[in-house]
């Protein structure tokens, strides 16, 4: 005795004979695909669901474990657009199973043509951190040239300090040792310094007098 | 089952329309054959063919490569009904190789008697049935490509490939019903030359092209 499906999309009982219900064999597969081709639409829906397991080991097989629910869905699509190309009465598996492992490669083929895509993305980015593009270097060019005119204007004093403190990394004790300056007089200079550089550095738009 | 899978299968349901399924291949190998060679032979007519078996018989190696390109547009038009269809097995393929060898062997034995009797000869005086093959294969291979469309998303390049082979086979049989006697050597040069470029081109193009004029997702 048959057992009543209810479809949940259109709310249309169907009649599934047991054989169907419990033995998921591609000729039962290929039952339902003939009635979808005739318009039946909860064959179809049944059909549909009854592959999923089936595709998805398919897809698990070749793709590994990664997307694995978007390929079943790639595949879905697909038998969806070439449903047509199933003869009833031949033997379904075989229909389902190569669209399913050759969709599942052109997958694959994708994702490795977008890993290379990415790779080639990367490695261009590292190429450009490595060498800075022409604009990069007309502002270097540029900030250079500004410290070098602010470092021009700055009193013999405080050149010193600069020189002593931060290029030379000394301390103040040994700064005011090398340089003859008291320790106030280095600080005081190289506080100015400092703030003359950084407004020559910031450019003359950011300057504030 | 994912959610997402739940919802795309109840919405394919939703849009499934009743389809036509397809003929089987040896129906539809039919159905081409019966309207290509017609085709072929108004073409012929319109070009002077009076009915009689080509010219090129005389020339050694002549009936085998004229038989074989017959042969290879007939079996590579089943073949490509075969291969195109998921579950039918890509085997089919190979049944093109021995009436293709059949073809290009004859020609290439013309070639070899010509070279024993020292008149071997290539000359741009035929090019035009290079053209000719051209031309008559094109829109056959359109109209085929379009009936195996849903390969696009199967076996693509055979396919393709396969298809160039039976238009170019027909068409070649059909040229050689119209031209005079030639040399194997222009035969070959001509024949074979354009039926080889075209080959490669549709092995080169068939997935994006497949992909234009039928189903194929990328």
Known sequence: ?209 | MSRDTDRLIEQLALEAAPVQPLAPPAQRTMGWLATSLTAIALLAVLGGWRGGMPADMAVPGGGLAWWGSLLTGIVAAHAVFQVSVPGRSPAWAWLTLPPALAWFGGMGWGCLAEVRAGTLAFGLESWHCGLMITLVSTPMLLVMLLLVRHAGVLRPMPTAALAVLSAAGLSSAGVSLVHGQESAALTLAWHGGAVLVLCALAALSGRPLLAWIGYARR
């Open chain 1, 1 to 209: 005795m048959g057992v009543v499906v209810r479809h949940p999309a259109c709310a249309m009982p169907i009649h599934v004979e047991p054989a169907v219900q419990q033995d998921e064999s591609g000729d039962a597969w290929g039952a339902w695909m003939a009635r979808a081709q005739a318009g039946d639409r909860a064959a179809y829906h049944a059909l549909l669901q009854a592959i999923g397991p089936y595709l998805r080991a398919i897809a698990r097989r070749i793709l590994g474990h990664e997307e694995v629910e978007d390929a079943v869905q790639e595949i879905l699509l697909v038998v969806h657009g070439i449903r047509h190309t199933y003869e009833p009465g031949r033997p379904f598996k075989p229909w389902l199973g190569t669209i399913a492992s050759r969709r599942c490669i052109d997958l694959l083929r994708r994702r490795r043509r977008e890993g290379l895509r990415m790779g080639e993305a990367l490695d261009e980015e590292a190429h450009m951190d490595a060498e800075p593009g022409p604009a990069e270097r007309l502002e270097r060019a540029q900030q250079d040239a500004r410290m070098r005119d602010a470092v021009d204007r700055l009193s013999p004093g405080q050149r010193d300090a600069v020189r002593l403190l931060h290029l030379q990394e000394l301390s103040l004790r040994e700064a005011e040792a090398r340089g003859g300056s008291s320790a106030g007089a280095l600080k005081v200079a190289s506080h100015r310094a400092l703030k003359a550089l950084r407004r020559a550095l910031q450019g003359d738009h950011d300057h504030v007098p």
